[in-house]
């Protein structure tokens, strides 16, 4: 079933690659088969070519922590809610903050 779902995104995205919900939610298919290095080079994907796309920043911030690099991830959660703040999206600004807590608090 993951399988077809992947399949189906990769050929959405051969027709329109300028979708970042497409790349996120190739990510998460990803990360459901636990192939942990194709749904960080996804959510890398997205960091740079859509920046703006601020649930990213949540899973790629989790994703970096959870392999150890916990520098890297304290930035992208910082940027993430300094972007969720300019962009006034206050959903996601909730959610990265209470990660971002979390995430302190296990340090």
């Known amino acids: ?4 779902r992947i399949e189906t995104l990769l ?3 051969e ?3 300028s979708d970042p919900f497409l ?3 190739l990510a998460m298919e990803y990360k459901g088969l636990d192939d942990v290095e194709k749904y960080l080079e ?10 703006d796309y601020t649930g990213n920043y949540y899973h790629l911030a989790g994703c970096l ?3 150890g690099n916990r ?11 300094e ?13 990265l903050q209470r990660a971002y807590s979390n995430f302190l608090y296990e340090d």
Do not use: T
């Open 23 to 25: 790349h996120y939610a």
């Open 15 to 17: 027709k329109d690659s």
């Open 83 to 95: 972007k969720c703040k300019l962009l006034k999206k206050d959903h996601d600004l909730s959610e």
């Open 65 to 67: 922590a959870e392999i």
């Open 11 to 13: 050929q959405f995205l």
């Open 71 to 81: 520098i890297e991830a304290d930035r992208i959660y910082q940027e993430g809610i």
């Open 42 to 51: 996804k959510l890398w994907y997205v960091y740079h070519n859509f920046p």
């Open 1 to 4: 079933m993951r399988q077809k």
